[in-house]
């Protein structure tokens, strides 16, 4: 069983809205720092957000005021909301749990923000 499991990628219209979900193991998710990042064709992956256990949440500067990371304890789910996306929202978005030197990733999930 994957660690990280991921949903909610598309195709979204420039100014739409979309919502990503990694859940994970009870373990993962009461022990990580758990975040998304994304990877666009011919780019190094970045950081988009994360969130500690404690819900302290950091943003990249290319998505900081446009999106939301969050945490679900009851369902061992991390969620990254994004407004207003824009054509160079478009990546590979991938969740990420990091404890010390473990680190784990979900497979993907495809964003394309396109009209």
């Known amino acids: 069983q994957e660690p990280l499991v991921e949903s909610g990628g598309g195709l979204v219209q420039p100014g739409g809205s979309l919502r990503l979900s990694c859940t994970t193991s009870?373990?993962?998710?009461?022990?990580?720092?758990l975040g998304w990042y994304r990877q666009a064709p011919g780019e190094q992956r970045e950081v988009v957000a994360l969130?500690?256990?404690?819900?302290?949440?950091t943003y990249g500067d290319s998505v900081k005021g446009r999106a939301t990371i969050s945490r679900d304890s009851a369902k061992n789910t991390v969620y990254l909301q994004i407004d207003d996306l824009k054509p160079e929202d478009t990546a590979v978005y991938y969740c990420?749990?990091?404890?010390?030197?473990?680190?784990?990733w979900g497979q993907g999930t495809q964003v394309t923000v396109s009209s």
């Open positions: 990420n749990a990091r404890w010390g030197i473990r680190v784990h």
């Open positions: 009870g373990s993962i998710f009461s022990n990580y720092v």
């Open positions: 969130i500690t256990i404690g819900s302290t949440s």
